[in-house]
């Protein structure tokens, strides 16, 4: 579940709203238990992640660096996840 969140921080291009609520949406699906939360916590779990949400870009938007921003390709990171969780030639599963 945890492989979605990604460094947010200091990216170029810089990290959009739709990537913050993707990680946000994770994290609480983690500590939750839930991937899709029941109808009776439906509302407390989306307001749980818009609040993680919020909080994350007040935090990304605040930090200080003097470093360049890492300029990273999302598409070749997505895949790099995608692939390391494969298993390995001849593991016999």
């Given at each position: 579940?945890?492989?979605?969140?990604?460094?947010?921080?200091h990216?170029d291009?810089?990290?959009?709203?739709?990537?913050?609520r993707?990680?946000?949406l994770q994290?609480?699906?983690?500590i939750?238990?839930?991937t899709k939360?029941?109808?009776?916590?439906?509302?407390v779990?989306?307001?749980a992640?818009?609040?993680?949400?919020?909080?994350?870009?007040a935090?990304?938007?605040?930090?200080?660096t003097?470093?360049?921003?890492r300029?990273?390709d999302r598409?070749?990171?997505?895949?790099?996840?995608?692939?390391?969780?494969?298993p390995?030639?001849?593991?016999?599963?």
């Open positions: 579940m945890c492989r979605n969140i990604k460094v947010l921080y990216l291009p810089p990290v959009s709203d739709d990537e913050i993707a990680s946000a994290y609480v699906r983690k939750s238990g839930f939360p029941s109808t009776a916590n439906q509302e779990f989306e307001r992640v818009e609040q993680v949400t919020a909080v994350s870009r935090l990304l938007d605040t930090l200080v003097n470093a360049p921003a300029m990273r598409e070749p990171e997505e895949h790099r996840s995608y692939v390391s969780g494969a390995t030639f001849g593991s016999g599963a």
